[in-house]
Nanobody
Framework: QLQLVESGGGLVQPGGSLRLSCAASGFSLDGYAIGWFRQAPGKEREGVSCISNRGLARYYIESVQGRFTISRDNAKTTVYLQMNSLKPEDTGIYYC?????????????????WGQGTQVTVSS
């Protein structure tokens, strides 16, 4: 079982940027699709973005398209979510999750391993 650790959250003003990181403690993420999810207060968790094992497929929900970018490093040890032009509605706890999957990605499918989450607050 992978242990995933998120980092990079914080408090930022509207229009600002944050970069979230998701790292597997002691393991490579090779062979896994990675998803980013968020949960706002009083709302259900939603899938925000995902990236396939080789990074060839990426998905974003409509509300973050053009503002967020998901990527993974060549050593496949860390996955990033660059978040620009942040809005108050982006506030929430952001989780990364891993799915053993060689091709493609989907935020609607089952993910086996989850991190503890990192808080993102967008407020003036």
């Amino acid at each position: 079982q992978l242990q995933l650790v998120e980092s990079g959250g914080g408090l930022v003003q509207p229009g600002g940027s944050l970069r979230l990181s998701c790292a597997a403690s002691g393991f490579s993420l090779d062979g896994y699709a990675i998803g980013w999810f968020r949960q706002a207060p009083g709302k259900e968790r939603e899938g925000v973005s995902c990236i396939s094992n080789r990074g060839l497929a990426r998905y974003y929900i409509e509300s973050v398209q053009g503002r967020f970018t998901i990527s993974r490093d060549n050593a496949k040890t860390t996955v990033y979510l660059q978040m620009n032009s942040l809005k108050p509605e982006d506030t929430g706890i952001y989780y990364c999750a891993a799915q053993r999957r060689s091709l493609g990605c989907s935020v609607s499918s089952m993910y086996e391993d989850w991190g503890q989450g990192t808080q993102v607050t967008v407020s003036s």
